[in-house]
């Protein structure tokens, strides 16, 4: 069990400098809106994970009228300590490192230290393209098989170069099938690498998404997850020889697991149309708890549970079962939560024994 203990803040989005020091079990951030409680979890998230939650580029994270941002955080188990730090400035490349050694490739820091962000801002796996979903499948399985982020991102430039053979036969007027043979050889291997191992992971996490569903509904609803992929029912290279005419008038590869999607039901239909807020909410919640328990049982280790605005558009009784699924369940240790008041949060958390520390954050500033 590692946790986070202490985290250093620099010029991060809205805070221009904090020194924060963590419980062991539950800490909860409180405060109006706007005050920056998510960029506290932004933050740790970044040390995680190497990146934002939420923003693409790092400049966006840099504190308005600075060129520069640095974070800095201390995690512990009961035999080592280790020091995560990242500092950008615009301009240059940006630097994370463990233990004063420098990655470097990101790849190479993801799954050290899992954690897992559930945010408003996730309604947008249900309600948005099938991109969204792609990434966050690929994000969570990266953090538990090292070789899949080589793999992906082989796939990835392969097809970059595949699409731009098709524009220029197009724009030339003319067609090699041996040039484009070249590539099909290449991505066919990678994709039917990752293929399986979303496959055999979708199978997993399905399984521990309902089980958790089912928990924090008190049955309520009978939900699934699918697996669509062009590569479910056909061979990848029989698939790509069969749409090699249609890539060519689109000029672009039309079959792969770029394709791929994930299908979101219940009571076999979709959630996005048929689910309220709060059955969303509570859907996207039985998601991420699954991830955790996925990465668990993949690396042994306990994610960091990120929760942000968590008790929005919940119920009484859900917000009751997901305090006694997060204070209970072995599966989580170190949890972040935010909410605007603080009594609210004691309230919904009163039935919990858990140690809580608390955190009040407010116009540039943050007590505890």
């Not at 963590?22 to 933050?43: E, Q, R």
């Not at 041996?178 to 997993?204: F, P, T």
């Not at 008190?218 to 061979?235: F, H, P, R, T």
Request: with cysteine; net charge positive.
């Amino acid at each position: 069990m590692t946790l986070l203990s202490e985290i250093s803040i620099r010029q991060f989005k809205n805070h221009q400098e904090a020194l924060l020091q963590f419980g062991s079990k539950l800490n909860c951030f409180t405060g109006k809106n706007g005050m920056g409680k998510t960029n506290i979890l932004d933050a740790i998230h970044y040390l995680c994970q190497g990146k934002s939650y939420f923003n693409s580029t790092d400049k966006e994270l840099i504190l308005h009228t600075k060129d520069q941002f640095k974070l800095k955080g201390i995690f512990k188990n009961l035999e080592e300590k280790h020091q995560v730090e990242c500092h950008f400035q615009q301009g240059k490349r940006k630097s994370l490192s463990k233990d004063g050694i420098k990655y470097n490739k990101l790849s190479e820091h993801l799954g050290q230290f899992p954690c897992v962000m559930l945010c408003p801002d996730d309604n947008i796996l249900i309600n948005g393209h099938s991109d969204e979903r792609r990434r966050f499948l690929d994000s969570m399985i990266a953090q538990i098989d090292k070789s899949y982020v080589n793999t992906l991102s082989n796939y990835n430039k392969v097809l970059m170069q595949r699409n731009s053979l098709l524009k220029q036969f197009y724009k030339r007027n003319y067609f090699d099938k041996s040039e484009l043979e070249v590539w099909d050889k290449q991505i066919v291997e990678s994709g039917n690498i990752l293929h399986a191992k979303r496959k055999s992971i979708i199978k997993e996490l399905s399984a521990l998404f309902e089980f958790y569903y089912q928990k924090l509904s008190n049955n309520a609803e009978q939900v699934s997850i699918d697996y669509k992929s062009q590569l479910n029912e056909q061979d990848f290279q029989d698939a790509l020889s069969k749409s090699t005419e249609k890539d060519k008038i689109l000029q672009r590869t039309n079959v792969g697991i770029h394709k791929d999607d994930l299908v979101f039901n219940i009571n076999s239909y979709p959630v996005r149309r048929f689910g309220s807020q709060g059955q969303q909410k509570s859907f996207l919640a039985a998601l991420k708890f699954a991830q955790c328990a996925l990465t668990l049982k993949h690396t042994g280790k306990k994610s960091i549970l990120l929760l942000d605005d968590l008790f929005d558009k919940l119920d009484k009784n859900r917000t009751e079962c997901i305090i006694n699924l997060i204070t209970s369940d072995d599966t989580f240790d170190q949890v972040f939560i935010t909410d605007t008041s603080y009594e609210n949060l004691s309230l919904s958390l009163e039935s919990s024994d858990m140690p809580l520390k608390h955190f009040e954050v407010g116009n540039s500033s943050i007590s505890y």
